[in-house]
Structures are given as structure tokens and as C-alpha cells.
């Protein structure tokens, strides 16, 4: 599995955008890029995933870059709710062991 | 619709007494099924995964077992609890082809 690094927390005002970074450097041609989030004391949510193009959903945005090696997860008005750990994780298409870092925890200030 | 059910909700047993955890997935045949564990204010730590009834993989050579009797039962065993055991564990599905983890509710476990 190719390893992330994210920071460990972040604050985002709220109503303001909350940019996520996560780098993957050894990311491989068939690993897809995928976001969670876990609420205090609650099981982690799926929010987004994507290969090379950039992605949107209801919930969320993601950027890739073009060489793969790292990802911006966007929430474009973040509010109290969003307050949760993000993780970002690489998964191959058929791959069976998943593993998750730290990932980071956001905090939006009102 | 696909469900996940983990039971209890929470826990609390004495050091040494035995531990079976339970985790079934509804609509949905064939799963990947996974255990991590979290401790307090830590990541997610891979435990255990399965491809299929019968196949487990283990990532963490402690006092835990897991098993799959049945294609979408996933359950997570000790026969003597430690202290360290304590913590917040998680089952998970995903089919087999480029989707996401689906996580329950989870085990709040206190070993005391």
C-alpha cells in the first residue's frame, strides 16, 4: 500500500473553505485516492474517492495533481458539523488490505 | 439497501475473561470483510481482513482471533482480554472491486 501524510490537525473558520492536503508519493497507476471522515465516537464515513481526474459530490471536492502525488480534499462552506477527523488513504481496485494513518483533525471555529 | 450491524455497543469485561465481538452485513454477497481497532485519540489499526468464508488475514499477532463462519458474519475473538485491549473497534465491508469501506457503528470495549 502506498503510505499518506496528512497533517495532524487543521482549524477552518466557519462558512469558509476547508482545504485538506494529503500527500502520496508512491502512489501507483491503479490506487485510487480515498477520503473519510470520523465524528467523535461515531464509525468513519465515506465522503469521496477518484483516480486522476479531480471529483465533486454533494458533500465534497477533490483535486488530484497531475502527477498523482498529492490530493486536496475541498469543503466549500464548511460548518460546526464538519468538525471530525479526515482520512485519506490509497486503494487499489482489487486490493484487499486497507490502511489508515492519523489522518487529520479539523476543527471549524464559529 | 446493504447494512452492517455490530454488537454490543459497548462493553466493559475484567482482564482475562474471554471476548467475542459479532459483525454481520445484509444485502450484499461476497464481502471483504475488516476488524480495526482504535485506541484513544489514534488512527484506525488494521486487525484482521477477509476475502471469503474460511480466509483470514492477520495483521496483529496478539491475543485476538478472528473468523468467518458465514459469507457476511465477521467475528472478532480472545480468549483472555489484557488491559491493553481496551479501545474502540470497528468492523467494515467493501465489495471487491474499487469501492469504499463501510464502517458500523462499533464496540466501545473497557477492560478493567
Known amino acids: 500500500d502506498a503510505k499518506t501524510t496528512q497533517p495532524p490537525s487543521m482549524d477552518c473558520a466557519e462558512g469558509r473553505a476547508a482545504n485538506l492536503p494529503c500527500n502520496h508519493s508512491t502512489i501507483s497507476g491503479n490506487e485510487y485516492v480515498y477520503w473519510y471522515r470520523q465524528i467523535h465516537s461515531q464509525g468513519p464515513q465515506y465522503i469521496i474517492h477518484?483516480?486522476?481526474n479531480n471529483e465533486t459530490n454533494e458533500m465534497a471536492s477533490l483535486i488530484i495533481t497531475e502527477d498523482r502525488k498529492s490530493s486536496t480534499l475541498i469543503l466549500p462552506h464548511a460548518t460546526l458539523r464538519d468538525t471530525a477527523v479526515y482520512y485519506c488513504i490509497v486503494q487499489e481496485t482489487s486490493g484487499s488490505r486497507l490502511t489508515f494513518g492519523e489522518g487529520t483533525q479539523l476543527t471549524v471555529n464559529p | 439497501s446493504q447494512t452492517i450491524h455490530q454488537w454490543p455497543a459497548t462493553l466493559v469485561q475484567p482482564v482475562g475473561s474471554p471476548l467475542s465481538l459479532e459483525c454481520t452485513v445484509e444485502?450484499?454477497?461476497?464481502?471483504?470483510l475488516y476488524w480495526y481497532r482504535q485506541a484513544a485519540g489514534r488512527g484506525l489499526q488494521l486487525l484482521f481482513y477477509s476475502v471469503g468464508i474460511g480466509q483470514i488475514s492477520s495483521e496483529v499477532p496478539q491475543n485476538l482471533s478472528a473468523s468467518r463462519p458465514q459469507d457476511r458474519q465477521f467475528i472478532l475473538s480472545s480468549k483472555k482480554l489484557l488491559l491493553s485491549d481496551s479501545g474502540f473497534y470497528l468492523c467494515a465491508w467493501r465489495t471487491t472491486y474499487n469501492s469504499p469501506l463501510h464502517f458500523g457503528n462499533g464496540t466501545r470495549l473497557t477492560v478493567t
Open positions: 477518484g483516480l486522476k
Open positions: 444485502g450484499t454477497s461476497n464481502p471483504n
